[in-house]
Each structure stands twice: as structure tokens, then as C-alpha cells.
T-cell receptor, first 115, second 111 residues
Framework: DADVTQTPRNRITKTGKRIMLECSQTKGHDRMYWYRQDPGLGLRLIYYSFDVKDINKGEISDGYSVSRQAQAKFSLSLESAIPNQTALYFC??????????????FGPGTRLLVL | QQPVQSPQAVILREGEDAVINCSSSKALYSVHWYRQKHGEAPIFLMILLKGGEQKGHDKISASFNEKKQQSSLYLTASQLSYSGTYFCGTETKAAGNKLTFGGGTRVLVKP
């Protein structure tokens, strides 16, 4: 079984709709991240959470919100989807307790198309 | 600020070598390298922490020049499986455990 899972894997929605992307992990990591990937722009950080009660904005948080429901779950919401939010979205996790330098482990991604 | 990767793309024949560079305008604490196959998640390759540190993973190695604020990834005797997009992620002391990724370098290894 995959350590980091994302649902759905693919989603088509219309402009103005609210949608939620979910991420779950079984790695026991305390830190979780949401990134979006656009061609040629690499991975850009949307939000991150260092523990259940901690939520932080990344470089491109406008139009998004998150919820850390439990240590293992981190959801990303698009309050009112717009076409330029069409992208590939990745969730990632890391463990702050084992090393001062953390490796991030990525989920399989959610491909979102906003019409 | 996003680190700058060069080249943006490279085409190799099997067995050839290539170098991918990652430069930052900020002092770096660590550099992380990932490879992503088309449509898949990025996979961790290695972390470089100390200035001048070099690490290797099979025939893929990397160096970190803290003074120059840059890292280089070396693909030696490339194999078909090396094809993919390589990303560097940089961590600065100010940013604290957050990675900023470069735009990626697309590598295609042909038979």
C-alpha cells in the first residue's frame, strides 16, 4: 500500500465550484505540504502544516484553504475554482523528529481541470 | 525566490554524461534533488547539507558549493532509466525546513 495517498486522482470541475482534494499518509510523519505543479514552473508551495494545530501559507495560497484534520490527513480546498487553478497537485510529508534535514515524500498527485 | 536550474532540457545517448546545475540567490542550508517520471510523483534522490559535500546514488552524484550558492547533479554513463525531469529543492536558514523548487531540467536518454 502507498504511504501517501491522494484522492481523487483526477477531477474535472466547473468555474465557481468548491472542491476538496484529500491527502492521507501512513508514514507517521508530522509535517505535511500541498504543492501545485505547472509546466515549466516546477513545484510551488501552497500551504504547509508542521503539526495538527499548525497551518502556514506558502508562496501561492490565494484562492486555497487547508484543513489538518489529524496528523495523517491534510485537505486542500478550492473555495471557488477558476481555470488558472488547473494544474497537477501534490501532497508531501516529512518527519521532523528523525533528522535535522528532512526528506519530503510525495503522493501520486491529483490532476485538476477547471472548465 | 525560486532557484534557477540549467539547462532546461538535455538529450543524451545511453552511456553519455550530463551535468545539471541549480543556483540560488540566497545562502543555502541544504539542497535536495528529486527525479520525476512523466505523470508520476517526484522521487527523492539525495540531500546535500554541507558545503563541498558530494553524494552519490548509483551513477548519479551531486555536489554542493555553499560559497557559490549552487549545486550540480552529475549523470554518469546515463541509462535509459535516467530519463525524467530533475528538480532541485533548496532550503535556506531563513525559510526553515521549507523547500523552494527550481523549474526542473528535462532529461531524455535515447538508446
Amino acid at each position: 500500500d502507498a504511504d501517501v495517498t491522494q484522492t481523487p486522482r483526477n477531477r474535472i470541475t466547473k468555474t465557481g465550484k468548491r472542491i476538496m482534494l484529500e491527502c492521507s499518509q501512513t508514514k507517521g510523519h508530522d509535517r505535511m505540504y500541498w504543492y501545485r505543479q505547472d509546466p515549466g514552473l516546477g513545484l510551488r508551495l501552497i500551504y504547509y502544516s508542521f503539526d495538527v494545530k499548525d497551518i502556514n501559507k506558502g508562496e501561492i495560497s490565494d484562492g486555497y484553504s487547508v484543513s489538518r484534520q489529524a496528523q495523517a490527513k491534510f485537505s486542500l480546498s478550492l473555495e471557488s475554482a477558476i481555470p488558472n487553478q488547473t494544474a497537477l497537485y501534490f501532497c508531501a510529508t516529512s518527519d521532523s523528529r528523525t533528522s535535522s534535514v528532512e526528506t519530503q515524500y510525495f503522493g501520486p498527485g491529483t490532476r485538476l481541470l477547471v472548465l | 525566490q525560486q532557484p534557477v536550474q540549467s539547462p532546461q532540457a538535455v538529450i543524451l545517448r545511453e552511456g553519455e554524461d550530463a551535468v545539471i546545475n541549480c543556483s540560488s540567490s540566497k545562502a543555502l542550508y541544504s539542497v535536495h534533488w528529486y527525479r520525476q517520471k512523466h505523470g508520476e510523483a517526484p522521487i527523492f534522490l539525495m540531500i546535500l547539507l554541507k558545503g563541498g559535500e558530494q553524494k552519490g546514488h548509483d551513477k548519479i552524484s551531486a555536489s554542493f558549493n555553499e560559497k557559490k550558492q549552487q549545486s550540480s547533479l552529475y549523470l554518469t554513463a546515463s541509462q535509459l532509466s535516467y530519463s525524467g525531469t530533475y528538480f532541485c529543492g533548496t532550503e535556506t536558514k531563513a525559510a526553515g525546513n521549507k523547500l523552494t523548487f527550481g523549474g526542473g531540467t528535462r532529461v531524455l536518454v535515447k538508446p
